[in-house]
């Protein structure tokens, strides 16, 4: 029992270190990765708090190196699904009647650890797994999940501090309740961070939950368990099961304890998942939450009074960094014709000097793709480009899937305005420009607007104020996210909270208070402190 009105530590956005040649940090890192790659980790289940192997192992590897095996994952299948249930059901009670406090400390802990003893551990297994640069595993992994860990404590306070107004004689209270139930997190290979704060959240706010991460990330999810668990996270709160997403979704969907989803992923998939919840709707205990954040087709639209240094700088930043392999990452790109012969250039010149490759080779800007099947798909897109008559390769082109999953950052360019790549996700580093006329601005604003039928992020550039506010209010909801002259990816925790709507998820916004709330389910209580004694009122005299 809390004995105290508790004010939690004001959170600061941690310091995105720089790994510079000669720096402590770059030397410490450097060494993380020599002994981790020099190492093949198991990575088992975790339910109940028990390590579980199921023996039917699958393989992480680096994407830039697929040769080179980091580990051993087990995977469950539904019998592990119905153990992580029951285990979750189990701790559901005492987690919940926790002081909020304690389960802060935790979160509040796994930050502190993430900080310190373990920022090399989860930066290399992000960088080894997922292929990584050492900066933007350092934003991801280090930076953004701490910055979830720290920020949604303070979110939660502020919560628990919405409290109703009381009229004279009685006392009006809001409690603010953890769902009945349990949360099902499913987290996607791309970012180490989303994966942290996914079951986290939920967690927090008192919430048991069943863990699935990307077969793709693992590795680093494997390290995560272990961050959480020496953080002091009572066992079954969160259970990590690995699997298909058929062997552990189907038997957790069909759960009547079914509270809550907490999605990063596909579309399709997030819709097969909304369908078969809406399916089973007359079996669950309650209307299960479905927090989910999808697919993007992110745009860059520049007016004619665009700095273009500004704009192929964005452009190139905002494609290519981590491959294209952002949810907010620009694939679509539309640029006056006044601009186009001076960003032309600026993009071949800097696209082509891009070096890609083994990322413990600090000098590369770029890594692999993730897997086999990303990159199938890119390479599908340049072919189609190079055969295509109302398309061009600028710049790139290239791919190589010997050693690592390579793909060269390339620059489409077409005349139509619904060619395939300006529509469709590809999740990579392929990006399509389409040159207008730079007096069709707001046609051209209308056209990102309807041309996808995603929402996630978009940005603008413009020196032009008119054409600014043009720009936010021609494309108020095609981005859920939205940048003025800067690129449209690297949203900060209690800064830019992000989600986009349409296609592009239910707009949640995690990084904020709002995120929170979906995972909370409140009960006003009323106490009346001199109760009537009559049932007549004045009005019957």
């Known amino acids: 029992m809390s004995l105290a009105i508790s004010k939690v530590p004001v959170p600061v956005n941690e310091p995105v270190r720089g790994y510079a040649p000669g720096t402590p940090e770059r030397a410490s890192l450097q060494a993380a990765l020599a002994r981790m790659s020099g190492e ?12 579980v192997r199921t023996g039917r192992l699958g393989q992480a590897v680096m994407p830039h190196r697929h040769a080179h095996v980091l580990g051993d994952f087990h995977q469950g299948g539904a019998a592990e699904a119905r153990a992580a249930i029951d285990a979750a059901l189990r701790a559901q009670r005492d987690w919940a009647a926790l002081p909020w406090e304690s389960r802060a400390a935790v979160f509040l802990k796994a930050a502190d650890l993430l900080a310190g003893p373990y920022r090399d551990v989860l930066n290399a297994a992000t960088m080894l797994g997922q292929s990584k640069t050492c900066h933007q595993a350092e934003i991801d992994s280090a930076c953004e999940l701490i910055d979830f860990f720290r920020f949604n404590v303070a979110f939660y306070e502020q919560v628990l501090r919405e409290q109703p107004q009381s009229s004279a004689g009685m006392w009006n209270r809001m409690e603010h309740r953890p769902l009945e139930g349990f949360v099902f997190a ?9 994966a942290g704060n996914l079951p986290t959240a939920p967690a927090l706010c008192g919430n048991t939950v ?10 680093s999810a494997h390290f995560l368990m272990r961050l959480l668990r020496e953080a002091g996270l009572p066992d079954g709160v969160i259970n990590l099961v690995s699997g298909s997403g058929a062997d552990i979704g189907d038997p957790v969907l069909a759960d009547p304890h079914l509270a809550g989803i907490h999605f990063t992923g596909s579309t399709k998939v997030f819709h097969q ?3 078969t919840v809406g399916n089973n709707i007359d079996r669950y205990k309650g209307y299960p939450r479905l927090v989910g954040e999808t697919g993007g087709k992110d745009f860059i639209v520049a007016h004619a009074s665009a700095d273009p240094v500004a704009l192929a700088t964005a452009i190139v930043r905002g494609a290519f960094e981590y491959q294209g392999q952002k949810c907010s990452a620009a694939s679509r790109v539309y640029i006056p014709s006044n601009l186009w012969p001076t960003v032309r250039a600026a993009l071949a010149d800097q696209v082509a000097s891009i070096r890609m490759g083994d990322v413990a080779d600090f000098s590369n800007f770029m890594g692999a793709v993730i897997d086999g099947a990303s990159f199938r798909t890119q390479k599908a897109a340049i072919d189609e480009a190079k055969a295509a008559s109302d398309a061009q390769i600028l710049v790139g082109g290239e791919y190589d899937d010997g050693e690592g999953w390579f793909v060269r950052p390339t620059v489409i360019v077409t005349d139509n305005p619904a060619y395939r790549t300006l529509c469709d996700e590809l999740f990579g580093p392929v990006l399509t420009v389409h040159v207008y006329d730079e007096d069709k601005w707001l046609e051209t604003l209308d056209l990102g607007d309807r041309t996808s039928p995603y929402a996630l992020t978009g940005a603008i550039f413009a020196q032009d104020r008119y054409a600014v506010e ?3 209010q021609r494309l108020r909801n095609a981005a859920g996210n939205f940048y003025i002259n800067d690129k449209p990816t690297g949203a900060v925790v209690g800064q830019q909270p992000f989600g986009g709507a349409r ?18 389910s409140p009960r006003s209580i009323k106490e009346t402190f001199v109760p009537a004694r009559d049932y007549r009122y004045p009005f019957m005299d």
Do not use: C, H
């Not at 069943?210 to 590795?219: F, H, I, L, Q």
């Open 40 to 51: 093949r980790t198991e990575m088992p289940l975790v339910i109940d708090g028990k390590d």
């Open 186 to 194: 499913v987290s996607p290979f791309n970012f180490t961070s989303i």
């Open 210 to 219: 069943v863990w699935k991460p990307a077969s793709t990330a693992v590795y």
């Open 273 to 275: 998942m909304w369908r």
């Open 470 to 472: 043009q720009g936010l």
């Open 503 to 520: 296609a592009s998820g239910t707009n949640d916004k995690a990084g904020s208070v709002l995120n929170l709330l979906r995972w909370i």
